[in-house]
C-alpha cells in the first residue's frame, strides 16, 4: 500500500514553457501533500505544502507565481513551472501523508528530473 | 529554523562492515523523525520513530530515538553492497507533519 506516482519522469523543454507534473496517490487519499525539489548532491528542500481543495502554502523563497500548485482531488495535486529557466532544472519529488497504522508518514513519488534548455 | 544534521557525510566501508550512521536535530514543535535510503530515485522509507528508547528493527538495519539528547542513529549490520545509497534522516513538525531533511550520508559498501 501507500504508492505514489509522478508524471512524467522526465522531462525537457525549452527555456520559457511551462512544464505541469502530476503526482498522484494510487492505493490512499491524501488531503496533504508535498513538493520537495532536489539539486545534484543536495538533500531535498521543501517547496510546499499542498491541502485538497484549498491554497498550497509555499516555504520562504519559493515563488507562488512560478511553481503553481493545484490540489484538485484527493488523490492528485499538480505542480506547474512557469516560464521554466536553466536554472529550473532540478529533480522535483512530490509526496502524500498517509496512515501507517496510527502513525502519519510521508510516502514519495519516484520524482520527475526537469532540464530546461 | 529548524535544523537537521547527519554526519559523516560520506562513509566507505567493507561488505561485512557495521555502521552507524547520526542525525542531531533542533526543531520546534517535534512529532517524528524518519529515516529513508535515496539510490538512484527518490527516497524509500524506512523508519518513524517517535518515541525516546524504542528500537525499530528491519533485517540488518535497526533505528533509535533520543528525545532528550535530540538525536537518533541507524545502524547497519553485516553491510551488503545494496546497502550503497544516500540515508536521509527527516523530521516532521507541527500539526502538517512538515518534515525538514539533514543533507545525507552517502554510504558506498566495497567488496
Known amino acids: 500500500g501507500a504508492v505514489v506516482s509522478q508524471h512524467p519522469s522526465w522531462v525537457i523543454c525549452k527555456s520559457g514553457t511551462s512544464v505541469k507534473i502530476e503526482c498522484r496517490s494510487l492505493?490512499?487519499?491524501?488531503?496533504?501533500m508535498f513538493w520537495y525539489r532536489q539539486f545534484p548532491k543536495q538533500s531535498l528542500m521543501l517547496m510546499a505544502t499542498?491541502?485538497?481543495?484549498?491554497?498550497?502554502?509555499?516555504e520562504q523563497g519559493v515563488e507562488k507565481d512560478k511553481f503553481l500548485i493545484n490540489h484538485a482531488s484527493l488523490t492528485l495535486s499538480t505542480l506547474t513551472v512557469t516560464s521554466a529557466h536553466p536554472e529550473d532544472s532540478s529533480f522535483y519529488i512530490c509526496?502524500?501523508?498517509?496512515?501507517?497504522?496510527?502513525?502519519?508518514?510521508?510516502?514519495f513519488g519516484p520524482g520527475t528530473r526537469l532540464l530546461v534548455l | 529554523e529548524d535544523k537537521v544534521v547527519q554526519s559523516p557525510l560520506s562513509l566507505v566501508v567493507h561488505e561485512g562492515d557495521t555502521v552507524t550512521l547520526n542525525c542531531s536535530y533542533e526543531?520546534?514543535?517535534?512529532?517524528?523523525l524518519l529515516w529513508y535510503k535515496q539510490e538512484k530515485k527518490a527516497p524509500t522509507f524506512l523508519f518513524m520513530l517517535?518515541?525516546?528508547?524504542i528500537e525499530k528493527k528491519s533485517g540488518r538495519l535497526s533505528s533509535i530515538l533520543d528525545k532528550k539528547e535530540l538525536f537518533s542513529i541507524l545502524n547497519i549490520t553485516a553491510t551488503q553492497t545494496g546497502d550503497s545509497a544516500v540515508y536521509l534522516c527527516?523530521?516532521?513538525?507541527?500539526?502538517?507533519?512538515?518534515?525538514?531533511f539533514g543533507t545525507g550520508t552517502r554510504l558506498q559498501v566495497t567488496l
Open positions: 509526496s502524500a501523508k498517509a496512515l501507517t497504522g496510527e502513525q502519519e508518514t510521508q510516502y
Open positions: 492505493d490512499f487519499q491524501a488531503t496533504t
Open positions: 499542498s491541502n485538497e481543495g484549498s491554497k498550497a502554502t509555499y
Open positions: 526543531v520546534t514543535n517535534f512529532r517524528s
Open positions: 517517535t518515541s525516546s528508547g
Open positions: 527527516a523530521v516532521g513538525t507541527g500539526t502538517a507533519s512538515k518534515l525538514t
